[in-house]
């Protein structure tokens, strides 16, 4: 970094990704600093600037000490760069986190761990649920997996699991249970659906009678506005889609059909009829956001339909080391591995990592453009915009 990008960098103030530090207080202080930003998507602490953006300098050189501590005091140790810049007698260092590959991270501090994690422009102390999250992003945790409280084998739809069973296996459960000799509850572990007499998140949302009972969070709000925004457009459909994953799938995209305009074309004597927006496309959208969401967030899946454009937003950023720019190649990583291996025997999913890309093509071919992918706050948001001259 020159000192030109340093300005600039200064210039636009503390943000998500940026801290300003006058100097090194003590080193737990800064390895938090250090610690939330590797728990974020990573980031700058600038030493030697005020808070308002002055340049002060530094009273020492610390790139020694810094890279000892983040080896010491994080937990697991963390590599980061130290970078010396000099405005005439007055030493800056900028330290460069990456964001961090092993989540959470933890500082080292009065015989106890603690973690952090940024928030804004500040940081703050990791929560039970931010951990998990964490564990979760770099593949320790999977919420998938986690036992519903209060489920028993009863709520699930047992002739849906039979359909499925026999239609993937070429038997039935009763004839697998007489062949291996195992029970119907060593039968679901063994399917990742149950686990210590309770169903799992995955095996209530893909085969449970009613997950709604028990999961009221795990659902997709689908919303027609007339308008270009939910501020002074008007709603004029509204609804709750709930059920198991396979029919909230169905569900939004019966509700995008009823509110796509239907184009024509003639092909010889014939006019052929299709809409707008390949719903090829939007049902990727649509399912990814259902296999891909954090299930750790109490939150629901929302699909608009406003008058320019789609917008499916789901719970919970990429996963870890997957970005907004490598995802368009089909670079993934499974945050519910295993509700995306169940979505693809029913039939809901396609190969893995070929449905973003094929997205792409089918959204631009039908509307000249590609879609939108944004990280706001703790959501995912595909923005897919309709043509203008149906």
């Not at 990704?17 to 250090?34: A, N, Q, R």
């Not at 629901?300 to 720019?325: A, H, M, S, Y």
Request: negative net charge; aromatic residues 10%.
């Amino acid at each position: 970094m020159d000192r030109i990008e340093l300005l600039e960098l200064i210039q636009k103030g503390e943000d998500f990704w940026t801290e300003f530090k006058e100097d090194i207080s003590s080193p737990d202080e800064l390895v938090s600093e250090i610690c939330a930003f590797a728990n974020a998507q990573g980031g700058k602490v600038i030493i030697g600037v005020s808070d308002q953006g002055d340049i002060v300098g530094i009273s020492r050189d610390y790139s020694d000490e810094i890279s000892n501590w983040t080896t010491t005091k994080l937990e697991p140790p963390l590599s980061v760069i130290v970078e010396k810049i000099y405005f005439d007698d007055k030493l800056i260092i900028v330290i460069h986190i990456p964001r961090g590959p092993y989540k959470p991270y933890f500082v080292r501090a009065g015989g106890q761990l603690i973690s952090w994690i940024r928030t804004g422009s500040t940081k703050k102390k990791a929560s039970p649920t931010d951990l998990q999250r964490l564990f979760q992003e770099s593949g320790r945790f999977f919420a998938e997996e986690m036992e519903v409280e209060g489920t028993t084998i009863d709520d699930l739809d047992i002739e849906f699991l039979e359909r499925f069973f026999s239609e993937n296996f070429q038997k039935s459960i009763e004839e697998e249970l007489s062949q291996s000799g195992i029970t119907l509850e060593k039968l679901l572990e063994n399917l990742k659906l149950f686990k210590n007499g309770s169903l799992t998140t995955a095996g209530l949302l893909l085969f449970g009678k009613n997950p709604q009972k028990y999961l009221p969070f795990c659902i997709i709000w689908a919303l027609r506005v007339k308008g270009l925004n939910t501020t002074d457009g008007k709603f004029i459909d509204r609804k709750e889609l709930s059920g198991k994953l396979v029919e909230q799938i169905d569900k939004a995209e019966d509700f995008l059909k009823n509110h796509l305009m239907l184009k024509g074309e003639i092909k010889g004597f014939n006019r052929e009829e299709d809409y707008e927006i390949s719903l090829e496309a939007l049902r990727e959208a649509i399912v990814n956001a259902v296999a891909h969401r954090d299930y750790t967030i109490p939150s629901n899946i929302r699909l608009f339909v406003f008058d320019d454009r789609i917008e499916v937003i789901n719970p919970g950023k990429l996963p870890n080391t997957v970005t907004i720019e490598n995802i368009k190649y089909g670079i993934h990583v499974e945050r519910n591995p295993i509700i995306v291996s169940y979505l693809t025997k029913l039939k809901k999913m396609s190969q893995i990592g070929t449905g973003i890309p094929r997205m792409i093509n089918l959204v631009k071919r039908s509307t000249g453009k590609e879609p939108l992918f944004q990280e706001i706050d703790h959501q995912f948001k595909v923005t897919i915009y309709r043509p203008q001259n149906v």
